[in-house]
């Protein structure tokens, strides 16, 4: 070939590298953890209709609000008792309807869900404030249908698989971040799955972040369940974290998962902790001490349960209660998100 030739197909190469690089960067380039105003936390309640017990309990107003939720469930009542309680939306996201397993990890990665997750990146992105997304959390714990295996440690087969899971992951965010169609199906094809099934040119770029968040070990605790099998991959994350209760105060655990993660360079998220058992004092010493000794963490959620009389109500542990109120009282936690600051 001669020379002339072979530069200008290289400097083809090149531009037509750089043009797909460019592209991918850009669906890529909207991804945001939306953290709390700097130096300060965000503490938010999970469960329930409203946050007045929680509120009335901590003597604070929760600036984020969650809700257990599943593939397929209807979404509006969530998103309007979040912004009538002033807070931002989180949403746990499971495979689970009514008891019952609807659809898999490996469904969810060949489109299965493709209907419910364009539903979501076009509500998310007409709310009036951003929204977290804590996508099949626990996946390492066998209680979980998405788990790669159950308590004995045997494989559920390949549409649990952890490979399932990272790739059904991965088309959830790439859908509900939204963005340019043809360029959300090349990194779709990239990866090996079909096309986005829809009739639109460009989705919304809603104001949406992802959670991730597992057990710092695994149930069963192999290699095989450890939470590194069930990692997507940096750009598919914008917050790390874990779930923390005070009847499993594993904090060695703790600390070796945070050491391991906090390569990732993403903030650090409690995506549920609660009170569970004994009424301790000095465990929420002791937690929100590490809290404070970990700069990365920007967001803790507590989990009360939909039960009134359940298990975590803070009702239930007045002196820890006494102990929270007190943390939560200070200016390290912010009370409210910018948007809902009162005027």
Not at 215 to 227: F, M
Request: hydrophobic residues 40%.
């Amino acid at each position: 070939m001669p020379l002339r030739r072979r530069l200008a197909l290289l400097a083809a190469c090149a531009v037509g590298s750089l043009t797909s690089l460019a592209a991918i960067a850009a669906t890529a380039a909207h991804a945001d953890p939306y953290l709390p105003p700097a130096g300060r936390v965000f503490h938010g309640v999970t469960g329930g209709k409203d946050v007045g017990r929680y509120e009335q309990a901590t003597g604070n107003h929760p600036p984020v609000f969650q809700f257990f939720s599943s593939f397929g469930s209807p979404l509006e009542y969530m998103f309007q008792a979040a912004e009538r309680e002033r807070a931002r939306l989180m949403l746990h996201i499971s495979t689970l309807t009514n008891g019952r397993e609807t659809v898999t990890p490996g469904a969810i990665a060949e489109g299965a869900e493709d209907d419910y997750l364009l539903a979501l990146n076009k509500r998310i992105a007409d709310s009036s404030s951003p929204v977290y997304l804590r996508l099949m959390s626990e996946m390492n714990g066998h209680w979980n249908p998405y788990a790669a295996f159950d308590a004995n440690g045997r494989a559920r087969g390949a549409a649990r698989s952890t490979a399932a899971f990272r790739r059904a992951w991965k088309r959830s965010v790439l859908i509900v971040r939204g963005g340019d169609v043809g360029t959300i199906d090349r990194r779709l094809k990239a990866l090996g799955l079909p096309p986005v099934r829809t009739a639109e040119d460009e989705l919304a770029r809603p104001r949406v972040a992802f959670l991730w968040v597992p057990q710092v070990a695994g149930a069963p605790d192999t290699r095989a369940n450890s939470p590194r099998a069930y990692w997507p991959g940096r750009e598919y994350v914008d917050w790390v974290g874990t779930d923390f209760y005070s009847k499993f105060p594993n904090f060695a655990g703790l600390d070796r998962f945070y050491r391991d993660f906090a390569r990732e360079r993403k903030p650090f998220v409690f995506g549920e902790w609660a009170m569970w058992g004994r009424d301790d004092a000095g465990f929420v010493n002791r937690f929100f001490g590490w809290v404070g000794a970990h700069r990365s963490v920007r967001m803790l959620m507590y989990n009360q349960g939909n039960r009134p009389d359940g298990p975590f109500r803070l009702h239930r542990y007045p002196r820890a209660a006494k102990a929270l109120r007190a943390k939560l009282g200070t200016s390290r936690f912010a009370p409210f998100a910018p948007e809902y600051l009162p005027e």
